[in-house]
Structures are given as C-alpha cells and as structure tokens.
C-alpha cells in the first residue's frame, strides 16, 4: 500500500498534515504494516502559503505505480488549475485506485479529469469553483464515491484521514487512531 | 508581535501545524498585520518523526527577543527534555513573555524550568510524565496559566491556536478564523 502525498508551492500546510497525521499511524501504530508513503512534489523544494519550507522525496516522477494519492488545498490551486506542468503530471496518476483532495485539492482532481461525473466536495467558500467539474455536495466534510473521496476546509484533512484509516483498517483502527491523536470529534 | 515557533528532529508535525494555522491567519486575514514568525530550530533541517523534512529560518539564535514561544510535541521529547544543548536553547526564551505547548513539548517547556508554581496540561497519556514540572492539569484541552498555556495531545493544537487567537484579537477573530478552517468544533 504506497501513498502518493502530493505538496505543492503555495499550499496550506493543515491541509496536507490534517490527513497525514492519521493515515501514517496506519504503519507507526501496526495496523497496517504494508503502508508507506512519499511525500510527492515537482521541485525539489517547496514553500507552502505562509513560508514553511518543504522537502519532498520524490520529485517529477510518475504517479501511476500508487496505490492511493492525496492532494491537499491552498490559495495557489487557483491558477495551478490552469496549469499544463502541474495537470500534465497529475494525469500519470490516472491508474491510481484510490484518489483524495481536502478542501480546494479538489480543483486539482477535477482539473486533472478524475472527477467526471463523480460527487465531490471542497472548502464552503469554494463550492461554486468545482461546479465544472463534477456534482458538488455542500455541507457535509467528507464524501465518498467509491474511487474518489474528497473533503471540506482545511481542517477537514483530520476528518478525511481518519475516514480512510477506517476504510482501509476497519472501525476499532480509526477509534485508536482517533484517541492517539487526542480528536474526539466525528 | 513576534512569534518563535519551535521545530526539532522527530517531533510530531500535527502538534506544530494545527497552532501554526490559526495563529498565522492573525496576519494573512488581516486582525494583526503586526503579527509575525520564524520558524526556529538547533538544525538547518529537521526531519519530523514520519519522514517530513522541513526548513527552519532562524537556527540555532537567542529567543529572547520574541513576544511568544511555541513548542510542540513528539516522542523525541523524551529525550530531549534531558538534552543540555536544546535545553540551553530554549532557556534563552526566559524573557519571552508568552509561552505555549502542545502535547509533550510541555516536557520541554518544563524541563527549561518555564513551568515552575504552574499549571499545565500534556498529551492524556503523557500525564504522569510532567508531574515532576508542575501540578499537571487532567481532562482539558486547554491549561491556561496566564504568562503559560499549554494543551493536551496533537490534534488539541488547533484549539490552542485558536484559544491564542481569541487572546490576542478577541472572540470574533477567533470565529472567523475557525470558519476558514472549516473547523466547527470547540
């Protein structure tokens, strides 16, 4: 099980460690032994939104040999929507099963045509922006269309990780997942 | 306004991200233009205890000029509470007068001798371990001891950062700031 963790220059950091956080407890706390994971970019270094350097470890390399990637949200997927670098390398993660943004990741999913006719959401402010590219549902923090599970606001990247540690772990994973991670909410 | 924010080798990256969210969306969405950060460490580059690298801008300085200091937590912290190096660091934020944790940095906080007479809270499972420093706050996601204010377990950063909000630009700062983040809770 091989995570694809996507960080971009521009992104919000909570997006990204919101999810993070949960599904690498998968390995740490030996409910799933077989994850691992790589933090994915197209520099070698990358700044998010308020000037917190990044390093990823895997750099402008094909996405397809994953078993499941993750785009987290940010100001900067505005115009990275638009963009044939970023849209080009996204499109190598076509094969991947199992495909999730948080809040306006979602943009870069429907912009890299992996939510055609599919339900999504993203951040409350941004619905109307993901309109072109799928049905939006509003007012729910994590939807699930089998293929593609997408999130609300930053601070739902927490929510979406544990909604995946208990699709790939079961229920009794995400409770001691959730309890380590002192988050009693859902 | 000038905030040090703390990052060690191993440290948890959920503990640092949910307080550094909040409290630098003081300045991005404009309730305190005077507020500032660096991101301060021993290390020109630290590895969190998943694999993230991540780039400090202020290493191994003086944080005696600072106006808050913030330490989060990880299991590193059990050692480095007995390291003299970092110890001999983070003394140097004696003058600094607002100091905050999350989760077992209060070991840190503690270990510095910035606990003393107070009270104070840590990771629920980490209780026991921060008896020596201080009288130990049980059951609250939130300690605050005026000139100190400390939280419990990872994902309770984000409830201090908006706690610190709150204190620094009052309750409707605050309620702004957790709606961006999409984060309903409290």
Redesign the interface.
């Known amino acids: 099980m091989q995570a694809a963790l996507i960080i971009f220059e521009g992104m919000?950091?909570?997006d990204?460690?919101?999810f993070?956080?949960p599904v690498?407890r998968l390995k740490?706390m030996g409910f799933r032994p077989d994850f691992q994971?790589r933090?994915c970019a197209l520099q070698p270094?990358i700044s998010d939104?308020?000037?917190?350097?990044?390093?990823p470890?895997y750099v402008a390399a094909p996405l397809d040999g994953f078993d499941l990637l993750f785009i987290p949200g940010g100001f900067a997927t505005r115009s990275l929507q638009h963009n044939q670098e970023m849209l080009a390398w996204l499109k190598t993660a076509a094969p991947v099963p199992l495909k999730t943004s948080v809040?306006t990741g979602a943009l870069l999913l429907g912009a890299a045509g992996f939510l055609a006719g599919k339900r999504a959401t993203t951040?409350?402010?941004a619905l109307q922006e993901l309109v072109p590219y799928c049905r939006v549902v509003p007012g729910v923090?994590v939807v699930d269309d089998g293929k593609v599970i997408t999130a609300?606001?930053?601070?739902?990247s927490?929510d979406l990780g544990l909604y995946v540690v208990e699709r790939l772990a079961g229920p009794e994973a995400r409770a001691k997942i959730a309890a380590?991670?002192?988050?009693p909410?859902r």
């Open positions: 919000t950091s909570l990204f460690i919101g993070y956080d690498t740490t994971w933090f270094r939104d308020r000037g917190l350097g990044l390093i470890d809040c951040h409350p402010k923090r609300g606001g930053v601070a739902a927490l380590q991670m002192d988050y909410y």
